[in-house]
């Protein structure tokens, strides 16, 4: 098995975007493989977290870009932060800005490479570092092989490690009668009645559903179609009772963004068979996967017209700025809807009456929602205090649900079309990816059961009513599940 080349993960600031690019470039050129973010995953999904801090685990090291920018960034914070911990080498480049403005304290007895001045040469600079520190690795890494090999075991050695391997074990054995102690507790505790006052939506635990908790009159409908990363990202679907779970894709690379044609009889989504990302379309009944687009670049967040006859998508030509692009149902007469010329337009969902988009625009993380009519002219924002990553839905009832809140805090909100009743669902577990049931009554969502222990694969899909109340959950795996969309 081949092992796969090292790469340097960049950490940047959106407003350096340009710089990055450059810098990206002639790291390229200089034979480093650099992994940049939007290059790799659409900014707003949910999966973003995961693969930044995947790719942090497995680079050969972090180049953070330093400016006033990225010293007032959290997620570029975030990411030094978490290199640290996986004890990453850290390499500054300053790009803009005085040392003073764009030196966070952490790194400020870091040598770094200045790029402010003479590009070039700086450049060159990084570019040997980086490539000593690749050698490096390879040679600390041929040391440990050696280290571990059988030849490599002698008799001080297996003295060495045998007390303490002992009482490893002997502790396993207490942490494992205590786990059985608390398993015997637990079980208990789940068979005590259920008090008759109902929750705030603070207090709901995040419970699996029963039939017992579920009442038949108001047993919600329909099918949930969501992304699994059962190997890789993949297309699976379950009943919104969370009954006959069924994996849909088996694809060589990952497939995400899925949603239900307004007939239910498909699903479409975004897959990268080819390279790139194209939009694909899954028939339900025969299971046949036909390619609707041939673009060559990177696409995501689709959805099609309540009327079956347009989809909507996000569009990324070259790994520029993102934008809204609509073509028709068969994938045929694809064209820019709208686009800014400095922020990312991405993730439409339609009105119920198929006649305005609702939409994100912003820079990564932080983004404002606009709804935009069929002239694809003049957006309006919904709410001014709305800083969202991107998904969300629209509702027959005319209100829209999203998600907002820092690095792994976010929660579901609702608001009201307008921009009025601002309202906060879900209070923790990083809740996110808000769609609304085809009735309007219920939504589903994303939401980590284990974020106490920062565990990013147990994520599952969730559902609650509209108010926040009755709080369900679906799916329960080792394996992260996210990106749900509701459908017939």
């Known amino acids: 098995m081949s092992t796969p080349a090292p790469h340097f993960f960049m950490s940047y600031s959106r407003d350096d975007i340009d710089l990055q690019r450059r810098v990206a470039a002639e790291l390229r050129g200089r034979g480093i493989d650099v992994w940049v973010d939007v290059e790799n995953l659409i900014p707003g999904s949910p999966a973003w977290e995961r693969e930044v801090e995947r790719s942090i685990r497995t680079a ?19 990411e030094i932060s978490f290199a ?22 952490r790194l400020s007895n870091h040598q770094h490479v200045d790029l402010r001045v003479q590009f070039h040469p700086g450049m060159e600079q990084l570019a040997n570092a980086l490539h000593d520190h690749l050698g490096t690795t390879k040679i600390i890494k041929h040391k440990k092989r050696e280290a571990q090999t059988p030849g490599g075991i002698t008799t001080a050695n297996i003295k060495k490690f045998a007390l303490p391997g ?14 059985m102690a608390a398993r015997l507790i637990y079980g208990s505790i789940r068979n005590l009645p259920t008090p008759a006052a109902t929750p705030t939506p603070s207090e709901i635990p995040f419970v699996i559903a029963t039939t017992q908790n579920i009442s038949n009159n108001e047993e919600p409908i329909g099918k949930i179609v969501y992304t699994c990363q059962v190997q890789g990202d993949e297309i699976c679907m379950v009943n919104a009772d969370g009954s006959d779970w069924e994996r849909l894709t088996n694809q060589p690379s990952a497939s995400n963004y899925a949603s239900f044609a307004p007939d239910g009889n ?9 390279g790139n990302t194209e939009i694909y379309e899954l028939n339900l009944s025969t299971r046949e996967i036909s390619q609707l687009t041939q673009l060559k670049k990177e696409v995501g967040a689709l959805e099609i017209s309540p009327d079956n006859k347009l989809i909507a998508f996000t569009y990324r030509p070259s790994n520029n700025i993102a934008r809204l692009w609509i073509m028709n149902r068969d994938g045929s007469n694809p064209h820019e809807f709208y686009g800014s010329s400095n922020q990312e337009s991405h993730n439409p969902t339609w009105s119920p009456d198929g006649t305005e988009i609702l939409f994100a625009m912003g820079k990564g993380e932080n983004n404002k929602l606009y709804i935009i009519g069929s002239d694809g002219q003049d957006p309006r924002v919904v709410n ?9 839905d629209w509702s027959l009832q005319n209100l829209i649900s999203f998600d907002m809140g820092g690095p792994l805090q976010h929660d579901i909100y609702l608001v009201n079309l307008d921009g009025s009743r601002l309202e906060k669902l879900t209070n923790g577990n990083n809740s996110q990816g808000a769609s609304f049931s085809p009735d309007g009554k219920w939504i589903a969502f994303t939401a980590y059961a284990n974020l106490s222990n920062q565990d990013l694969n147990s994520c599952e899909i969730y559902i609650m009513r509209v108010d926040g109340t009755d709080l369900r959950r679906l799916t329960e795996n080792n394996y992260c599940d996210y990106q749900p969309r509701w459908g017939n």
């Open 60 to 78: 050969a090291g972090l180049i953070v870009l330093l400016s006033p920018s990225s010293n007032n960034s959290e997620w570029v914070r975030r």
């Open 84 to 105: 640290e911990h996986n004890e990453k080498r850290i390499f500054p480049v300053l790009l803009s800005g005085d040392e003073d403005d764009s030196i966070p304290l």
């Open 166 to 179: 002992f009482l490893l074990l002997l502790g396993l054995a207490c942490i494992g009668g205590l786990a």
């Open 266 to 274: 498909s699903v479409l989504f975004v897959g990268r068979r080819t």
């Open 384 to 392: 001014e205090t709305i800083d969202t990553r991107g998904r969300s």
